[in-house]
């Protein structure tokens, strides 16, 4: 089974401060994603990354950046946190291998971060 | 661009009634279509899914026909469980980006025992 991991489950920051969150994936897949859900607007993309140092900006990347210097971990960075970036953040994870399958995407389990 | 519509929640149901979750898409070309299910306190797991026009994806008692005429995907099962108190994501790929997918904004299913 395909594991997507993400180091925190809840955090607590304050406002200003850089926060950074770690999405580890062990299913050898070229694709990873930064989402945020937040009530009634489903899930937004952030950023994607499609290859150890390749990122793109996803819908709404401002106020983010990311990082991926080895293929199994992308980690999302808040380089200076503020109470709009309150929300559920979801880490995925898809293969780029050619074929219907690879457009499935597998799930961490979710950080919830509260900025005061 | 590539959007999913889904009806707007919350919905709650008794067990053993029948649960149908309307999902409607707009996209260019033939996106592969998906539901997901978040249960409480967790992410998304993929629930099912469709890739071309006229499949049947089932898994777990749910099942969603893709339906290129009326551009839609809708959910359903035919008796539901307290286990299946979940919100329910339909999302589509994006034909731009064929790994990207686009998201709708979730419907909260309550069922009651």
């Known amino acids: 089974d395909v594991k997507v991991t993400q180091s925190s489950r809840y955090l607590v920051k304050r406002t200003g401060e850089k926060v950074f969150l770690e999405c580890v994936q062990d299913m050898d897949h070229e694709n990873m994603f930064w989402y945020r859900q937040d009530p009634g607007l489903g899930l937004r993309l952030i950023y994607f990354?499609?290859?150890?140092?390749?990122?793109e900006k996803g819908d709404i990347p401002e106020g983010y950046s990311v990082s991926r210097e080895k293929k199994e971990r992308f980690s999302l960075i808040l380089e200076s946190a503020s109470t709009n970036q309150t929300s559920m953040y979801l880490c995925?994870?898809?293969?780029?291998?050619?074929?219907?399958?690879?457009?499935?995407?597998?799930f961490g389990p979710g950080t919830r971060l509260l900025v005061l | 661009g590539d959007s999913v519509t889904q009806m707007e929640g919350p919905v709650t149901l008794s067990e053993e009634a029948f649960l149908t979750i309307n999902c409607t898409y707009t996209?260019?070309?033939?996106?592969?279509l998906f539901w997901y299910v978040q249960y409480p306190g967790e992410g998304l797991q993929l629930l099912l899914k469709a890739t071309k026009a006229d499949d049947k994806g089932s898994n777990k008692g749910f099942e969603a026909t893709y339906r290129k005429e009326t551009t839609s995907f809708h959910l359903e099962k035919g008796s539901v469980q307290v286990s299946d108190s979940a919100v329910y994501f339909c999302?589509?790929?994006?034909?731009?980006?064929?790994?990207?997918?686009?998201f709708g904004a979730g419907t909260t299913v309550t069922v009651r025992a």
């Open positions: 996209a260019t070309g033939y996106p592969s």
């Open positions: 990354s499609y290859d150890v140092k390749m990122k």
């Open positions: 999302a589509l790929s994006v034909s731009s980006n064929d790994y990207k997918l686009s």
């Open positions: 995925a994870s898809s293969s780029f291998s050619p074929g219907q399958g690879r457009k499935t995407q597998y």
